[in-house]
C-alpha cells in the first residue's frame, strides 16, 4: 500500500533562523555590496573624515548586518501572533529585495527609468510568489547567507579601503585613487576668507593684469 510521507516543519524558532538567513544572503546582494563597493573604492573619504581601523569596521559591520535587522524585526513585528502574516510580510520583504537587486543591475546597464521600474516591480513580484510556492526557493534563499560574509571580507581586507584597515598609519597617497594606480595630478586650492576688494578693479571687474587666471 502506498504510504504517505509527512514533511516534517520546522519550529517557529528554527522558521524564524531560516528568514534571518534569507534576509542576510538577500541585504548582502542588494544593499550591502553597492553600499561597500563606492566607500570601498574610494579610501580619501575615510581619511578625510579621519576615521581609523575601528570606524571603518564598525562602519562595513552596520552597512552589512543593520539592514537585515531592522527587516527582520520588522518582519516579526508585523507578525506577532500570527504566522501566516508573518510569512506574508517575509515574502514582500524578499520581493523588495529582489526588486532592488534588479533596479540596480537595470540601471547600471543604462536602462531607462520606467523599464527599469517595471523589471523590477515584476521580478520582485515574482520572487516573491516563487518563494511562498517552491520549497527548494526558501532553501536557496536561507544558504545564500553567506554572501555577506564574502562583501564585508572584500570591503575589509580587498578594496583600496584595505590598506587603512591593516596599517592606520598608511599613506593615503599609497592607497590609490578609487582603485586605480597613482592618484590623479590635481591639486585644488581653497581660498578662505579671500578680501574681494583685493582683486577687483573700481568698476567691479576682477583685475586681470594681476590675477589674469582668475579673471579667466
Same mark, same amino acid.
Given at each position: 500500500?502506498?504510504?504517505?510521507?509527512?514533511?516534517?516543519?520546522?519550529?517557529?524558532?528554527?522558521?524564524?533562523?531560516?528568514e534571518?538567513?534569507?534576509?542576510?544572503?538577500?541585504?548582502?546582494?542588494?544593499?550591502?555590496?553597492?553600499?561597500?563597493?563606492?566607500?570601498g573604492?574610494?579610501?580619501d573619504?575615510f #581619511?578625510?573624515? %579621519?576615521?581609523? @581601523?575601528?570606524?571603518? *569596521?564598525?562602519?562595513? $559591520? !552596520?552597512? +552589512? =548586518?543593520?539592514?537585515?535587522?531592522l527587516?527582520?524585526g520588522?518582519?516579526?513585528? #508585523?507578525?506577532? %501572533?500570527?504566522? @501566516?502574516?508573518?510569512? *506574508?510580510?517575509?515574502? $514582500? !520583504?524578499? +520581493? =523588495?529585495?529582489?526588486?532592488?537587486?534588479?533596479?540596480?543591475?537595470?540601471?547600471?546597464?543604462d536602462t531607462?527609468?520606467?523599464?527599469?521600474?517595471?523589471?523590477?516591480?515584476? $521580478?520582485?513580484?515574482?520572487?516573491?510568489?516563487?518563494?511562498h510556492?517552491?520549497?527548494?526557493?526558501r532553501?536557496?534563499?536561507?544558504?545564500?547567507?553567506?554572501?555577506?560574509?564574502?562583501?564585508?571580507? $572584500?570591503?575589509?581586507?580587498?578594496?583600496?579601503?584595505?590598506?587603512?584597515?591593516?596599517?592606520?598609519?598608511?599613506?593615503?597617497a599609497?592607497?590609490?585613487?578609487?582603485?586605480?594606480?597613482?592618484?590623479?595630478?590635481?591639486?585644488?586650492?581653497?581660498?578662505?576668507?579671500?578680501?574681494?576688494a583685493?582683486?577687483?578693479?573700481?568698476?567691479?571687474?576682477?583685475?586681470?593684469?594681476?590675477?589674469?587666471?582668475?579673471?579667466?
Open positions: 500500500p502506498f504510504v504517505q510521507r509527512a514533511v516534517p516543519t520546522p519550529s517557529p524558532r528554527g522558521q524564524r533562523g531560516r534571518l538567513l534569507e534576509l542576510l544572503g538577500l541585504c548582502g546582494l542588494a544593499i550591502a555590496q553597492p553600499v561597500l563597493a563606492v566607500f573604492a574610494a579610501p573619504y #581619511v578625510f573624515v %579621519g576615521a581609523g @581601523r575601528a570606524d571603518i *569596521i564598525l562602519f562595513a $559591520l !552596520v552597512v +552589512g =548586518l543593520a539592514p537585515v535587522f527587516l527582520w520588522l518582519v516579526q513585528l #508585523v507578525g506577532w %501572533g500570527d504566522e @501566516r502574516r508573518r510569512r *506574508i510580510a517575509q515574502r $514582500l !520583504v524578499i +520581493g =523588495l529585495l529582489i526588486g532592488l537587486l534588479v533596479l540596480q543591475v537595470a540601471t547600471g546597464r531607462a527609468l520606467p523599464l527599469g521600474l517595471i523589471l523590477a516591480l515584476g $521580478l520582485g513580484a515574482a520572487a516573491a510568489w516563487a518563494h510556492r517552491w520549497p527548494g526557493v532553501l536557496w534563499a536561507a544558504w545564500m547567507a553567506p554572501v555577506s560574509l564574502v562583501v564585508l571580507g $572584500l570591503f575589509l581586507f580587498s578594496s583600496p579601503v584595505s590598506g587603512l584597515v591593516r596599517d592606520d598609519g598608511v599613506d593615503p599609497d592607497l590609490g585613487a578609487f582603485g586605480s594606480g597613482d592618484p590623479p595630478p590635481v591639486v585644488m586650492i581653497v581660498f578662505d576668507e579671500w578680501p574681494l583685493s582683486v577687483i578693479r573700481r568698476d567691479g571687474t576682477i583685475d586681470a593684469d594681476l590675477y589674469p587666471n582668475v579673471a579667466t
